[in-house]
């Protein structure tokens, strides 16, 4: 059964009760920073005309605007005018998209790590350090971008510290800033909206189906809770090292191959909270 034969189908319950229930950190985030239900139906409604125009083609064609309208149940004339507009803005800044890849070959290459493959503390100019220096580390990745301003952005986001000797450190071994609030919005799009896409590729019986997996435990004190955040991250930060040096090894021997046009995400999160009665829970 395809995906254009499933929307004709009443949706399950138990889908509606997930979808509700994954609604729940959703809205509470949304309404923190004053976005209520009709702020958010309105921008719920562009990305349905947007989903229903792209992720659901018709065998005749083109897909108009009647058939979107059908689809996603906003309005025709409405449909026009979001059709028309560019509501979903998707490309990240580009020091955020050049400082995912400068952490990426900081935590994967050989040169940058010590024995514990932890990321060496790296002088900040070529003329102290050569190439393993930070400033070449940018480079390697981008010249447009010069390396004083990707460091100025990363001491402000509390990605990396600077020490006396004039050192750059990492200060967590993924691109994930202590500050910075629009660095984390996008985050939130990228890494939450691939994690529902798996979700929604297995639903849909897609084939293979993705890695989706979780460990829930409850009655834990919160002394115990604690030990499994530290050993949550310890075993996630080693994944995801592993995954980032083999995806850079592939990606440069894929380098010029015309079917070279896959990408990939792979991620981990921990999460912990007072397990109340009917507390965050929809069952």
Same mark, same amino acid.
């Given at each position: 059964m395809d995906m254009n034969t499933r929307v004709s189908l009443v949706a399950p319950a138990t889908l509606l009760r997930g979808v509700q229930r994954l609604l #729940? $950190?959703? =809205?509470? *985030? *949304?309404?923190?920073? @004053?976005?209520?239900?009709?702020a958010f139906c309105n921008l719920a409604k562009g990305v349905f005309v947007d989903v229903a125009a792209r992720d659901f083609p018709d065998d005749g064609g083109?897909?108009? %605007?009647?058939?979107?309208?059908?689809?996603s149940g906003v309005h025709r004339r409405?449909?026009?005018? *979001? #059709?028309e507009e560019m509501l979903l803005q998707t490309a990240p800044s580009p020091v955020v998209s050049? @400082?995912?890849?400068?952490?990426s070959r900081w935590c994967a290459e050989a040169a940058f790590l010590d024995g514990q493959r932890r990321p060496l503390a790296l002088p900040r100019l070529a003329s102290k350090g050569g190439d393993l220096s930070f400033e070449r580390l940018v480079e390697g990745?981008?010249?447009d971008i010069r390396s004083r301003a990707v460091l100025d952005e990363w001491l402000r986001l509390g990605v990396v510290t600077l020490d006396a000797d004039d050192r750059v450190h990492l200060v967590e071994h993924a691109f994930v800033p202590a500050r910075g609030f629009d660095e984390k919005s996008f985050y939130l799009g990228k890494n939450i909206g691939d994690h529902l896409a798996a979700v929604g590729h297995n639903l849909l019986d897609g084939? $293979? $189906?993705?890695l989706e997996r979780s460990v829930y435990c409850d009655g834990l004190s919160a002394e115990s809770v604690e030990q499994l955040r530290v050993l949550s991250r310890e075993l996630a930060v080693s994944a995801m090292q592993d995954i980032n040096r083999r995806a850079l090894e *592939?990606?440069? =021997? %894929?380098h010029g191959r015309a079917d070279a046009t896959r990408r990939m995400t792979f991620g981990v999160y921990y999460y912990s909270? %007072?397990?109340?009665p009917g507390r965050g829970e929809v069952r």
């Open positions: #729940r $950190p959703l =809205a509470r *985030l *949304l309404m923190a920073y @004053g976005v209520n239900y009709v083109s897909v108009t %605007d009647s058939r979107v309208s059908l689809l409405e449909v026009k005018r *979001l #059709r050049l @400082g995912a890849q400068v952490v990745v981008s010249k084939q $293979p $189906p993705f *592939l990606q440069e =021997a %894929d909270e %007072d397990a109340q």
